[in-house]
């Protein structure tokens, strides 16, 4: 009996070892990152070129790797093949508007990162229905999409607050904002940022408002199959090491300086005191990488997403814990 569990262990422990994403991805010369379909401000298409939050991430992770943030193949997958696509091997790291919960992690067997953006669920209505809470959202048909937690949450939400409510579900973001603007529903629901992103591609934007009620919790970043530790903190440490180079005052324009800096937390960080690179299967200098390549967390959020950007999202939560936020990286040491 003994000898039949030690086989059992060693097979599983086998199996988690050969699971090696790393040596596949430089061996391969390219990450295979799965996206979103489109969401502006997150993972945009135009013209072959991506852009957006989630596209910078995993830019981040290539140049960790393959010290060459152009090398990636993104993946375009809608809500439903998602998670499949990174269980089947179609993708090397999940980078879209993924919720993390517990469900997901054990059916699919996956590792959800590091949380790249704390978001919420919230409503977008026509700006000329005077509304200023979900609240007066009684008897509305809410255009949601398949395969998201937000149908179920929304369901929850209206009966806990005793409302009616009709519940429209649409394969694609992009059916769910015709319907919305043909006025087969008069309400939209998914997350905040995505409300946002969603927004700026109506006809008039400022005509529709995001009210101000967050429904849920969703903490939103990369995800990983399980089996694979080596991979799995490659990914998380590129989040960490970005959100110290913001905290730390290192960014893509400060670069050369902070080569040059004596302040020990710097020194570390950009691989000159100590080699904390090696030891994840990188070099020395894999922060300095991905810094050069596309810039500290900040730098990041603010491109795409922030105030100054189309989308102009507050950081609001999504601060540094040392800005009142709750964005917090444990230290390269």
Not at 82 to 110: A, M
Not at 115 to 123: E, L, P, S
Not at 254 to 281: H, Q, Y
Request: glycine share 10%; charged share 20%.
């Amino acid at each position: 009996m003994w000898a039949l569990l030690a086989g059992a262990m060693l097979a599983l422990g086998t199996q988690g070892a050969d699971a090696q994403t790393l040596k596949a991805v430089k061996d391969r010369g390219t990450l295979n990152c799965g996206v979103s379909q489109g969401i502006p401000g997150f993972s945009a298409n135009d013209g072959g070129k991506w852009s957006g939050f989630d596209v910078d991430f995993c830019r981040a992770v290539a140049a960790a790797v393959l010290n060459d943030p152009a090398k990636v193949t993104f993946v375009p997958l809608n809500a439903e093949e998602r998670f499949t696509g990174l269980q089947s091997g179609k993708v090397d790291i999940l980078s879209r508007n993924s919720t993390w919960t517990l469900e997901r992690e054990t059916t699919y067997k996956l590792l959800f990162g590091p949380i790249t953006y704390y978001d919420g669920q919230g409503f977008m209505v026509r700006g000329a229905r005077n509304l200023t809470s979900a609240l007066e959202l009684d008897g509305a048909k809410v255009c949601v999409q398949a395969g998201t937690t937000a149908a179920s949450y929304a369901t929850d939400y209206f009966k806990a607050n005793n409302m009616k409510v009709e519940l429209i579900t649409l394969p694609t973001v992009q059916e769910l904002v015709k319907a919305y603007e043909d006025g087969r529903c008069d309400t939209l629901t998914t997350d905040v940022s995505q409300l946002y992103a969603l927004r700026t591609g109506l006809a008039k934007p400022v005509d529709h408002i995001v009210l101000p009620d967050v429904i849920t919790k969703e903490p939103l970043g990369p995800v990983v199959r399980q089996g694979d530790d080596e991979w799995f903190n490659v990914v998380k440490w590129t989040h960490f090491v970005m959100l110290n180079g913001e905290e730390l005052g290192v960014s893509s324009l400060s670069l050369p300086d902070a080569l040059k800096s004596e302040k020990p937390d710097v020194k570390r960080l950009v691989g000159n005191d100590g080699d904390f690179g090696t030891p994840l299967g990188l070099t020395k200098d894999f922060a300095v990488r991905i810094i050069r390549a596309v810039g500290n967390y900040g730098e990041v959020f603010e491109r795409n997403v922030g105030t100054g950007s189309k989308l102009a999202i507050p950081r609001g939560v999504n601060q540094l814990w040392s800005a009142g936020g709750i964005q917090y990286a444990p230290p390269v040491r």
